[in-house]
Nanobody, 129 residues
């Protein structure tokens, strides 16, 4: 069992930055340095959507077109933590943000909900115009 806890959300203005963190705990010893991690978001009334993913060692990342060049995903394997740096935030970035652990490993990016098996509880990001 792997537990994921997100933090760092809040209320900001358009153009501001936020950094989200996702700390993993539990039985991470055999999985953290192998599996990819991802960030998703879900706005009210909308489906959960892919935001970014990162492979086990941080060498490969993937982004949704809507956040490319504004968001950066990274990970610190020593701290079993993954981050999402969000710059130039827009009102349309308002959503609950979730981190997740990939179900499998070996590919460079995982972009669908079905690719992930453990999820955090989410952290709210609200961007005012």
């Amino acid at each position: 069992q792997v537990e994921l806890v997100e933090s760092g959300g809040g209320l900001v203005q358009a153009g501001d930055s936020l950094r989200l963190s996702c700390a993993a705990s539990g039985r991470t010893a055999n999985v953290w340095n192998v599996h990819s991690m991802g960030w998703f978001r879900q706005a009210p009334g909308k489906e959960r959507e892919f935001v970014a993913s990162i492979n086990w060692n941080g060498a490969m990342t993937s982004y949704a077109d809507s956040v490319k060049d504004r968001f950066t995903i990274s990970r610190d394997n020593a701290k079993t933590t993954v981050y999402l740096q969000m710059n130039s935030l827009k009102p349309e970035d308002t959503a609950t943000y979730y981190c997740a652990k990939s179900r499998q490993y070996g590919r460079t990016d995982y972009r669908t909900i079905e690719d992930y098996d453990y999820w955090g509880q989410g952290t709210q990001v609200t961007v005012s115009s």
